[in-house]
């Protein structure tokens, strides 16, 4: 069974250029978390989705980031015109159900901007 | 916000000695979990624990929900165990659904 799958595991970006996060949930996983790492700040929430639905995005910063998750395939964590500042591991996790809900993470992709 | 607080920050062992993290939460929680953050940066379930006590191995957690705390110990510590350990709760009513982080326990385990 597989776990959280999170793609790309690395990824480099200049300033200003866009980065797209990808996860797939585990299998039978019908709600998606984002995470953010930051070294200064430990580990925060970003967002929450259902398929089609964003539920909660009171964690994401105000401009430049948009989640999604569409009724096909993964959910898309979208960074446009990326600063420095956006370095970081950003994680993402999937549960069955909210509310006594396991989550479990995927490895994290780890974003540098340069 | 509900408040988590882990302690020790940081802790240093020899392979073999036996260890307890704590963490405090200010509010009353639907879940807890604990976490294991490996040297390449990637988070391990632990525990599903919001209550009771759970054992798996060499580490076991207990969950005191009234008191608002919880207690990982790790017996005879490796050197695979060293990371940091993260307790992250869900907590109750309103927005129930997002995982508040503590801010981890350093663990090394020197051979």
């Known amino acids: 069974n597989a776990g959280v799958m999170q793609n790309p595991r690395h990824l480099v970006r200049r300033r200003g250029q866009e980065a797209r996060l990808r996860c797939s949930p585990m299998k039978g996983h019908s709600h998606v978390y984002w995470y953010r790492q930051l070294p200064e700040e430990g580990l925060k929430f970003m967002v929450y989705?259902?398929?089609?639905?964003?539920?909660?995005e009171s964690g994401m910063p105000k401009e430049r980031f948009s989640a999604e998750f569409p009724k096909e395939g993964p959910s898309i964590l979208r960074i446009q015109q990326v600063v420095r500042g956006d370095s970081a591991a950003y994680f993402c996790a999937s549960s069955q159900g909210t509310g006594n809900g396991e989550q479990y993470f995927g490895p994290g992709t780890r974003l540098t901007v340069t | 916000g509900i408040q988590v607080e882990q302690s020790p920050p940081d802790l240093i062992l020899q392979e073999g000695a036996n260890s307890t993290l704590r963490c405090n939460f200010s509010d009353s929680v639907n879940n807890l979990q604990w976490f294991h953050q490996n040297p390449w940066g990637q988070l391990i379930n632990l525990f599903y624990?919001?209550?009771g006590t759970k054992q798996n191995g060499r580490l076991s957690a207990t969950t005191v929900a009234t008191e608002r705390y919880s207690l990982l110990y790790i017996s005879s510590s490796q050197t695979t165990d060293s990371g940091v350990y993260f307790c992250a709760v869900e907590a109750s009513g309103g927005s129930n659904y997002k995982l508040t982080f503590g801010k981890g326990t350093l663990l090394t385990v020197n051979p």
């Open positions: 624990i919001p209550s």
């Open positions: 989705l259902q398929k089609e639905n964003i539920i909660d």
